[in-house]
């Protein structure tokens, strides 16, 4: 295991002004220098964090090959600060945005898992906008889940949900991964509808690699397909699991996602 996932503490980052600042933690390793100047960032799903085996794992390849790795929890996750219940896309989004403002990576490979993915792609179109933004020498998605809220959550709402999030404005489900049952709120669900990809081309101007479980009962591997329809402008590889689940966390699966993001870091940099 990685020195960093054993010792190194986070250090934080206030994100936000006044009632809405949250402090966001964050464990950088040091990028190299010459070609191996570039940075893993790894975006967790929802009520993931940086201390999962994926993102652990992904620090220890950075760790052998002597590149960069940024890891952060979104708030309300992990040893960030705030309410999980306060969370969006948008919020998300700009913890991401302002974690890699403030490491100031050369290159990045963005690795997002789950809603992490969905992140990811909403990082790329906004640093694209910008005139001087980070160079991106790949991305990396597993299980990519965007637009999940309008695509995968607001159709199959049940009546029941949909009283409780009018009345109480959110709703519970029973969590596959945790005795804690998983919470949408309204606020995250109507955030969603503000920040859709699959609404047209996507860009990301890199390669793109997705990794995705045929037996994913969270993200059906469908909803690859369809990213992948909106990705006709990059060089998209994607691989489909045949007895994959929605985690890809088995040791098979582990080493197909740091092969790819390997392959991305160090034969594909700009």
């Not at 597993?142 to 995968?152: H, R, S």
Request: proline content about 5%; glycine content about 8%; overall charge negative.
């Amino acid at each position: 295991m990685s020195e960093t996932a054993t010792s190194i503490q986070p250090i934080f980052l206030p994100v936000g002004m006044g009632d809405s600042e949250r402090q966001i933690a964050i464990i950088q390793r040091a990028a190299g220098k010459g070609a191996r100047n570039v940075s893993f960032v790894w975006l967790s799903g929802y009520r993931s964090d940086m201390s999962g085996t994926k993102a652990v794992e992904l620090d220890a390849l950075a760790e052998r090959l002597g590149i960069g790795c940024i890891r952060f929890d979104y708030s309300g996750h992990g040893q960030s600060g705030g309410k999980f219940t306060n969370g969006t896309i948008s919020r998300w989004l700009e913890e991401a945005l302002a974690v890699i403002d403030h490491t100031k990576p050369k290159k990045i490979v963005l690795v997002g898992s789950s809603m992490g993915g969905w992140i990811a792609l909403r990082v790329i179109q906004e640093l694209r906008k910008r005139k001087k933004a980070v160079a991106i020498a790949g991305l990396v998605l597993i299980a990519p889940a965007p637009d999940f809220t309008i695509d995968l959550i607001e159709p199959n709402l049940s009546d029941v949900e949909r009283r409780s999030l009018t009345e109480r404005g959110y709703f519970e489900e029973p969590s596959e991964y945790s005795p804690e049952p998983n919470i949408f709120t309204r606020a995250l669900i109507e955030d969603g509808r503000a920040n859709r990809v699959l609404t047209g081309i996507i860009e990301t101007g890199c390669p793109v690699h997705i990794l995705q479980g045929m037996e994913d009962a969270d993200v059906p591997f469908s909803h690859s397909l369809k990213l992948v329809e909106h990705l006709p402008a990059d060089d998209v590889v994607l691989t489909l699991v045949r007895d994959g689940d929605h985690r890809l966390s088995r040791p098979q699966d582990l080493e197909r996602m740091l092969t790819v993001a390997e392959t991305l870091a160090l034969h594909n940099t700009p």
